[in-house]
C-alpha cells in the first residue's frame, strides 16, 4: 500500500510505503517494487547519515552517502526510508527530491540545502514520522533544531517530565523559509499508528518505510 499527497502534479509518481513492506536496502521487497509505479521505472536510493549532502542521481541502485537525492531524469525514482525520522518530497520545476530529515538532518539544515540546489518549488509534502505526542527530547535535540533558525515556539510543546518536539512543524517551517508555499503535511504517527515501521517502538527489530517520487515517463 502507497499513501499519497495531493499536492503533486501529474507529472511526477510518488507515495510513501507502509508497513505491509520493509524497504531497507537489503529487503527483498526492493524485488517487486516495480510494482508500485510499473517495471519501466528504476529506484536509487543512498546510504543514509543524518547529514546535510544532497546527491544527483542518474541511475538506478545505492548511489553514495548523503540524506538526499535530487533527479531531473524522468524514468528514475528516487527514494529515502525512514522509521520516524521525517520524509519529505519536493516537486520543482523539471526536477524532484526527496529528503531524509531526522532531527538531526533538520538541525543542519537539510531541507534548505537540498532546495537552494533546485529551481521554481512547486509542491511538498512531510509524510508519516513520529508525532510530537511521541516525540519526548531533550535539550540536545532543541537546541540544534533552534539554531537551524526554526523559532522555539514553532516546534517545541513544553512537557513534563521532558519537552516534545513536533518536527513536522519543524519541517514545514524551514520548507516554507526555503520558499515553497504548496505544502501538504500527512497526519500519520509511525510511533503511535502499527501500519508504520517505528523504530522509537520497535527498537532493531523496526522495518523501514519509504518515501519515493520522480518524474513521470
Given at each position: 500500500?502507497?499513501?499519497s499527497?495531493?499536492v ?8 510513501f510505503s507502509t508497513?505491509a ?14 510494482s508500485f509505479?510499473?517495471?519501466?521505472y528504476?529506484?536509487a536510493?543512498v546510504t ?10 542518474a ?11 535530487i533527479?531531473?531524469?524522468?524514468g528514475?525514482v528516487?527514494a529515502?526510508?525512514?522509521a520516524d525520522c521525517?520524509p519529505?518530497?519536493?516537486?520543482c ?5 526527496a529528503?531524509?530529515?531526522?532531527w ?5 539544515g ?8 533546485l529551481?521554481n518549488p512547486?509542491?511538498a ?9 511521541n516525540?519526548?527530547?531533550?535539550n540536545?535535540?532543541i537546541?540544534g533544531i533552534?539554531?537551524s533558525?526554526?523559532?522555539k515556539?514553532?516546534?517545541?510543546q ?6 516534545h518536539?513536533d ?18 503535511v500527512l ?5 503511535g499508528d502499527p501500519n ?6 520497535d ?7 519509504a518515501a ?6
Open positions: 500500500m502507497l499513501l499527497s495531493t503533486f502534479s501529474n507529472a511526477v509518481v510518488h507515495g508497513a513492506f520493509d524497504l531497507s536496502p537489503q529487503s527483498s521487497d526492493w524485488e517487486t517494487s516495480g509505479f510499473g517495471d519501466e528504476g529506484f536510493l543514509q547519515v543524518h547529514g546535510d549532502v544532497a546527491l544527483v542521481a541511475e538506478s541502485g545505492l548511489l553514495g552517502r548523503a540524506d538526499a537525492l533527479c531531473y531524469q524522468p528514475l528516487v529515502i526510508r525512514t521525517v519529505v518530497l519536493v516537486e520545476e523539471g526536477s524532484v527530491a529528503i531524509h530529515a531526522g538531526r538532518g533538520i538541525a543542519n537539510i531541507i534548505g540545502k537540498t532546495l537552494r540546489k529551481k512547486k509542491a509534502a512531510v509524510g508519516p514520522c513520529i508525532s510530537v505526542d516525540y519526548e527530547v531533550g540536545e535535540v537546541e533552534i539554531a533558525g526554526v523559532p515556539e514553532i516546534f517545541v513544553e512537557r513534563q517530565p521532558k519537552p518536539a518536527l513536522k512543524k519543524a519541517a514545514e517551517y524551514q520548507l516554507q523559509q526555503a520558499g515553497v508555499s504548496n505544502i501538504e497526519p500519520h504517527c509511525t510511533y508504520f515501521h517505528s523504530y522509537r517502538r527498537g532493531n527489530r523496526s522495518g523501514r518505510l519515493m517520487i520522480g518524474l513521470r515517463r
